[in-house]
C-alpha cells in the first residue's frame, strides 16, 4: 500500500497555499506534518482524501489517481479540523449510524472504538452536551472503529487529556504496521515521539525534518 504525492500544488483565487509537494507515504510507518496554523497542513489531507482536487499535479493510491476518478481513497478515514456529529443522538448512536453506511461492523467494534478513546462512560449522552475533549476523541473513534488501512488525523489530541493522549499514542504505535498513519499538528511535541517521519510546512513547501 502506498500513497504518491506528485508535483502537488493547489491555489485558491490565484493564492498559492502548496507548491509543487512531493513525498511517497508507504505502509507500516505513522507520518508527522507539522505546521503553524494555515501552513496548509488541512488543505494537504483534504487533498489525500480527494475532498480538494489539486491545481496541478497527482496523488495516487497504489497508482490509482482517485481524484481524476472522483473518489474517496479505499479503505480510509479521516478526521480534518472540527469534528461534527448529530447534536440530538448520543455519541453511540451517531456512530452506529456512521457504521451502517459500510455495515462491515456491529456494536462490538464501536464499544471497542469508545473504550480505545476513554469514551465509553459518555457514549449515551447526547453529542450536544459533550465537551470539547469528548467531541474530539469521539472523531479519533470513528476513524478507527472500521480498522482502515489508512488513518488520517488533524490534531487529534486537542482539547484530550494526558492520559487519553498516552493511551491512544500506543494505540497508533501498535496498530501502524499494516497502515498508514498520517498525523497533523501545529504542537511539534504531539508528533516527534510518536511519527517515524516528519514533514514540516512552511510558506506553502513541505520539508522532511526527520
Known amino acids: 500500500m502506498k500513497i504518491e504525492v506528485r508535483n502537488v500544488s493547489k491555489s485558491f483565487k490565484n493564492i498559492d497555499v502548496l507548491r509543487n509537494i512531493n513525498i511517497t507515504l508507504e505502509q507500516g510507518k505513522i507520518y508527522g506534518l507539522i505546521g503553524r496554523n494555515g501552513s496548509g497542513k488541512s488543505v494537504f489531507l483534504k487533498m489525500l482524501c480527494a475532498f480538494y482536487e489539486p491545481t496541478s499535479g497527482e496523488i495516487l493510491y497504489d497508482g490509482i489517481n482517485i481524484i481524476k476518478e472522483k473518489k474517496f481513497p479505499p479503505n480510509t478515514r479521516a478526521l480534518i479540523?472540527?469534528?461534527?456529529?448529530?447534536?440530538?443522538?448520543?455519541?453511540?448512536?451517531?456512530?452506529?449510524?456512521?457504521?451502517?453506511?459500510?455495515?462491515?461492523?456491529?456494536?462490538?467494534?464501536?464499544?471497542?472504538?469508545?473504550?480505545?478513546?476513554?469514551?465509553?462512560?459518555?457514549?449515551?449522552?447526547?453529542?450536544?452536551?459533550?465537551?470539547?475533549?469528548?467531541?474530539?476523541?469521539?472523531?479519533?473513534?470513528q476513524v478507527i472503529m472500521e480498522n482502515p488501512n489508512i488513518m488520517i488525523l488533524d490534531e487529534p489530541f486537542n482539547g484530550i487529556e494526558e492520559k487519553t493522549a498516552i493511551k491512544l499514542r500506543k494505540f497508533l504505535k501498535e496498530e501502524k504496521t499494516n497502515k498508514i498513519i498520517i498525523i497533523a499538528s501545529h504542537i511539534k511535541d504531539d508528533i516527534e515521539g510518536l511519527a517515524d517521519i516528519i514533514y514540516t510546512f512552511d510558506d506553502g513547501t513541505i520539508k522532511r525534518t526527520k
Do not use: H
Open 81 to 141: 479540523e472540527k469534528p461534527s456529529f448529530i447534536p440530538d443522538i448520543s455519541g453511540y448512536e451517531n456512530l452506529e449510524l456512521l457504521a451502517s453506511i459500510q455495515d462491515i461492523i456491529g456494536r462490538s467494534e464501536i464499544i471497542d472504538a469508545l473504550e480505545k478513546t476513554n469514551l465509553l462512560s459518555e457514549k449515551d449522552k447526547k453529542y450536544s452536551d459533550y465537551s470539547l475533549g469528548m467531541k474530539q476523541k469521539l472523531g479519533i473513534a
